[in-house]
């Protein structure tokens, strides 16, 4: 389904064809509503390029502009902007085919691809802290974007259970362990024991030795070792899973690190055998001298020792996702610190004639409120588990204060839905470079721009319909606008007559531009706000215009308004990852 941008840029591109110029500038929602709804700078662009006045090129395009059906008579402002106000009668018409569509007139990507996106990524022996937030929300959102759009996207939580930390713990493991306590809590027992061997290990020489073999005997094959290596993993594969569960996240595959060790030696001869990698003091190494911002910052794949790194690791983990997974893109959601070592490793993989889009899709950090990275009062990471049990906590006190009637189950549920829903939205609606603070009273308020304001939103439309008696339901369980007459504007048309309905209805047909553009700069920000946007409008609307008390056919147009609105608010939320409840 087209919108009225891309309908009206194609109107936009025949008319430079027409007036003979060439194509020139963007197509754009305008900035500021007063002037329109869309605004082009072609004439601005031009004139620049031509040498002439910007306001006769954008009259010259004008009378080459054949956009009556869907605009008022475009308008030449400024220094030369051509400015174009939607017909009330077209946006109707097209709010219509929007209702119709299940897919709320977004349209599938032009170009389907098979993308890789690596988020979330916890170590082994660790639990989950909020440092995890950021990547594995992040990742899930475009996941749930790019899949909607038509790509096929695998979800790969490439998890940290190979390297020097399980020398400690196996260490551990055999001198220090209480059972008892590992049948307690299994990870924060195995946390104990590996910070009670790393202090030990940077006191004793023979301690961080014994750690040493440990890690060998592992690497070799080991039973013992490799048993203990599995309990660990397994143990800290359960934590993660109820992390996952509480924040209705999957992954396709879960390859760790382990999954590539044995196909680490070949990489390095590859390497070798291209010229790409080179010996250097005993080491395996690439150089970048032909990369002036790497040229001083060499990789090595392969240590003095024998030993191998992340690198070559990631160099392997390149090697699966395009050859065994046929991937044409993949996406690492990886904190700024990476930057360095994934310039590295894309160079390493151009170098090796790859062609798939490799792209790190970077982000800011979590600040506590003294704008410090997030920590817990004795200086630790702030566990994850406590931090999404503290927010459904808090949800359901709200609830308790709100709606105090319903079920303890229907309490449970909602207080889920609206607190994980608060922890997403709040870093979701960031641009994702951006640091923020994380705040309870913020992201859990009924006001402003917040999950818990989206989903209220949401459960006032759908009391609206529980209180006009609409029983009759669509495919996707939202009640369908129903009418007692066979005018009914969800199949034919609808009366904007107020300016608030008109704006609402402008807003729901923007939908379809918006989600696409998210995964241009990888910003699902723009969705966050968007919707917010819409709720503001929706508000607007709901306080102008009655809607169970107007008479027909104005009753069902504006229900048909609120129909739309709801799923449009429920599906911009879902592709966030978050749930709407059906009452707060």
Known sequence: MDTFQSLLAK????????????????????????????????ALVLGKQRGENPRVVAEKIVSHLGVGDLCEPPAVAGAGFINFTLRPSAVAGKTVEVLRDDRLGVAKAKSMRRIVIDFGSPNVAKPMHVGHIRSTVLGDALARIARFLGHEVIRDNHIGDWGTQFGMVIYGWKNLLDRQALQRDPLAEIVRIYKETNERATKDPQVREACRQELIKLQAGDRENLEIWNQCVAFSMQ???HIYELLDIHYDIQCGESFYHDRLPSVVERLLKSGIAEISDGAVVVFFRDVPELADKPLIIRKRDGGFNYATTDVATIDYRIKDLKADAVWYVVGAPQILHFKQIFNIARRE???????????????????????????????????????????????????????NDEKTDIAQNIGIGAVKYADLSQYRMTDYVFSWDRMLSLQGNTAPYLQNAYVRIRSIFRKGGESATRSDGFPAVTSQTDGCPSRRSLELSDPAELNLAKRLC???????????????????????????????????????????????????????????????????????????
């Not at 062609?355 to 899709?361: K, M, S, V």
């Not at 003294?370 to 049990?389: A, I």
């Open 510 to 584: 923007q939908f379809a531009e918006i989600v696409p553009q998210v995964l241009n700069d990888f910003r699902p920000n723009i969705l966050a706000n968007y919707l917010f946007e819409l709720a503001n409008s929706f508000h607007t609307f709901y306080e102008a215009c009655p809607v169970l008390k107007s008479e027909e056919p104005v009753r069902s147009s504006r229900l048909a308004l609120c129909e739309l609105t709801g799923r449009v608010l429920q599906k911009g939320l879902e592709l966030m990852g978050i749930r709407v409840p059906e009452k707060m």
């Open 239 to 241: 934590d993660f899973e």
């Open 353 to 407: 004639r790859y062609t798939a889009d490799l792209r790190h899709i970077t982000f800011g950090s979590i600040l506590g409120e003294d704008r410090k990275l997030m920590k817990t009062r004795s200086g630790e990471n702030v566990p994850l588990r406590d931090l999404l049990q503290e927010a459904c906590k808090r949800a359901r006190k709200i609830i308790e204060e709100k709606n105090p009637d319903l079920s």
């Open 11 to 42: 109107k936009l591109s025949n008319a430079l064809k027409d007036a003979g110029l060439p194509e020139a500038g963007e197509l754009t929602p305008a900035t500021d509503p007063r002037f329109g709804d869309y605004q082009t700078n072609a």
